[in-house]
């Protein structure tokens, strides 16, 4: 059974209907790694303070390990969770486990001169956290962030991270993609659509390749599968301590 700490929201962020963001505030969690994730729960009105009966879910964290915990959030209608979660306004009271758990962190990625972060959706959040670190900056001559979703409503973080063009000039590129319509500020088209036509590569100024490039994916099963494809025809494979490769990667359902 998961140690469940007391918390409560400092603020809560809607980026679009159903997509927010809520930043917590949590004593007893213990320190963990970028990446990693916890569990969120809430307590069924009729069963305040039954542990048992806590209604929890795993997510990433958006950010590192601090006094506030940030948690980037998809509203799913039918979800036993999420609705819940949806509903809270700053002030209310949730809970979370006291320990990060999950290996998807720079810790279990390879070095390499360039570093691509692919997500769909949601799947930002563990590079919004390690991107607020020095760790990456520190290992990596590169970075490129390439993020995928159906409507430019659904971009998130942008702000944020595109000033690191500025505070990080020459090292870093943001790539945003669009899959139900055009844009201005994105590409359309889904990321392993992208990558095999040369798109991202171009826009980037930077080759993704076995030699020069280690990549972290998080997100769509169906875009995990497709991009390994591809990036499995290039001689990259996933990266494990006894059989060393290039590609680290996450499931989000």
């Known amino acids: 059974m998961p140690t469940w700490c007391d918390a409560t929201i400092t603020k809560k962020k809607v980026w679009a209907d159903g997509l927010f963001t809520i930043t917590i505030k949590a004593d007893g969690v213990q320190p963990f790694e970028e990446g990693q994730f916890l569990q969120l729960g809430v307590y069924p009105k009729d069963q305040i303070g039954v542990q048992a009966a806590i209604i929890n879910r795993p997510y990433s964290v958006a950010s590192p390990h601090g006094d506030e915990l940030e948690f980037f959030i998809v509203l799913v209608p039918d979800g036993d969770l999420t609705p819940k979660l949806w509903a809270l306004e700053v ?132 875009m995990l599968d497709s991009m390994e494809e591809l990036l499995n025809s290039r001689g990259m494979v996933k990266h494990r301590s006894k059989t060393p490769g290039q590609i680290v990667l996450e499931r989000y359902w």
């Open 91 to 222: 002030g209310d009271g949730l809970v979370v486990n006291d320990r990060g758990a999950g290996r998807f962190t720079l810790a279990h990625t390879p070095d390499a001169d360039h570093l691509w972060l692919f997500a769909t959706g949601t799947g930002l959040a563990p590079y919004v956290a390690m991107l607020r670190t020095e760790t990456p900056w520190e290992r990596y001559k590169k970075i490129v962030i390439v993020h995928g979703v159906r409507r430019e409503s659904d971009l998130a973080y942008t702000e944020e991270l595109s000033n690191y063009r500025t505070t990080r000039p020459g090292q870093f590129e943001l790539i945003q993609s669009l899959t139900r319509e055009q844009s201005k500020v994105a590409m359309r088209g889904r990321i392993p659509a992208l990558l095999a036509s040369g798109q991202l590569e171009t826009a980037s100024h930077c080759l993704l390749t076995k030699d020069s490039s280690a990549v972290m994916l998080c997100g769509n099963p169906a």
